[in-house]
């Protein structure tokens, strides 16, 4: 590392490269980047890909830990680029693309099991259709609004099926993510569609795969808390489970 | 997709790992007391003895051992999966039997009271 008075540095980068056109297998590319102490990783991408490396592939499109796109691996911790700054890193850098996930090229993941999860899980307000669009908007509480608005943060970035280990095991597993979002929904005041989405997270491949190792929570970037989430999901689903099995006159 | 049936085991898991950090550390120093020689009088061998003789204080003492025997159980099979011993089934069988086997002998021994 070389650093002098202007906070500019000279940062060394390992890169995973793979183009599955050519390559047998993916294999690390070193590059030494002049970067200034402020910038983040994805800084340094940018400055690669424009000055050093046009063939580089990678996800990225807010810069502001909105959007979600530039989830990687960063000296093998699943981060935003946008997030992760190059003073925190201070010797070589190494940047691979979100683990679990297969290589679509470079640093971009394949996030088709991701997408597909999601919807089985209809992360959106399922109506009962009483509330009509002439009544207006559909007023809630400030109370009512905060028992979902931390879940309802997520930009489904995938750093969370990244660090989840359970998810690498079992690639079946829901996932953190997408049962945060049914849970986000299932605690709106609008809603009434828990029931069809307890058929799909109330199962072994479901909320049940859950260990509650809780990395999830440890590398998600919106504080959202996907483990309590999970957690918050299993007591309801045990409540479920007791009412239908020996309470079934009872209404949820 | 039919809904999973671990809320049997879960619930277990969860209201005694609830029991298992409240109640236990409690009961460990009681224990502690007692083998030092300290025993507050209220914990004395004969009050303890009357409150375990009664239907209540039997219900009571079950429950507790019951919810942690299971919850502990699971705890064991679990952290056998995550050290790498993968064979679920049998790890969870002789875990779960264990468990079983301890419930039976509280109900004896609480029934010998």
Redesign the interface.
């Given at each position: 590392m070389t650093e002098n008075r202007m906070g500019a540095r000279q940062v060394e980068l390992e890169v995973l490269r793979y183009n599955p056109e050519t390559d047998q297998e993916p294999k690390f590319q070193r590059y030494s980047v002049p970067c200034i102490n402020e910038w983040c990783v994805l800084d340094a991408l940018n400055y690669l890909k424009d000055n050093l490396d046009p063939t580089l592939a990678y996800r990225w499109s807010c810069h502001m830990q909105v959007c979600g796109s530039c989830g990687m691996m960063i000296n093998g911790e699943p981060k935003l680029a946008c997030k992760a700054m190059l003073r925190d890193y201070p010797g070589t850098i190494r940047i691979e693309p979100l683990a679990h996930f297969p290589i679509e090229r470079d640093l971009v993941s394949v996030a088709d099991d991701f997408i597909a999860k999601l919807k089985r899980v209809k992360p959106y307000i399922i109506s009962d259709g009483k509330h009509t669009i002439e009544q207006g908007e559909y007023k809630q509480t400030p109370a009512q609004l905060k028992r979902y608005r931390q879940f309802a943060m997520c930009i489904n970035c995938m750093l969370c099926y990244a660090a989840c280990p359970e998810y690498g095991l079992q690639p079946k597993f829901i996932g953190p993510a997408a049962i945060s979002l049914a849970h986000r929904y299932n605690l709106d005041s609008r809603d009434v569609g828990r029931d069809e989405r307890?058929?799909?997270i109330?199962?072994?491949?479901?909320v049940?795969e859950c260990?509650f190792v809780g990395a999830c929570s440890d590398v998600c970037p919106k504080h959202v808390d996907p483990a309590a989430a999970l957690q918050q999901v299993?007591?309801a689903?045990?409540v479920?489970?007791?009412l239908e099995h020996f309470m079934s006159w009872v209404k949820k | 997709?039919?809904?999973?049936?671990?809320?049997?085991i879960?619930?277990t898991f969860?209201a005694g790992g609830e029991i298992v950090s409240l109640v236990m550390p409690v009961i460990i120093l009681l224990t502690l007391l007692a083998a030092t020689g300290h025993v507050p009088t209220v914990f004395s061998y004969e009050t303890m003895h009357a409150f375990a003789a009664g239907w209540f204080g039997k219900l009571v003492l079950f429950v507790i051992l019951f919810l942690s025997l299971w919850s502990q159980a699971h705890r064991l099979r679990?952290t056998c999966?995550?050290f790498g011993l993968r064979a679920d089934t049998l790890v969870a069988i002789v875990m779960y039997v264990l468990a079983a086997a301890g419930s039976i002998a509280t109900v004896v021994f609480l029934a010998r009271i």
């Open positions: 307890q058929e799909e109330a199962t072994n491949e479901g049940w260990t299993k007591v689903s045990t479920d489970w007791y | 997709m039919a809904k999973s049936n671990k809320p049997i879960w619930g969860a679990i999966f995550d």
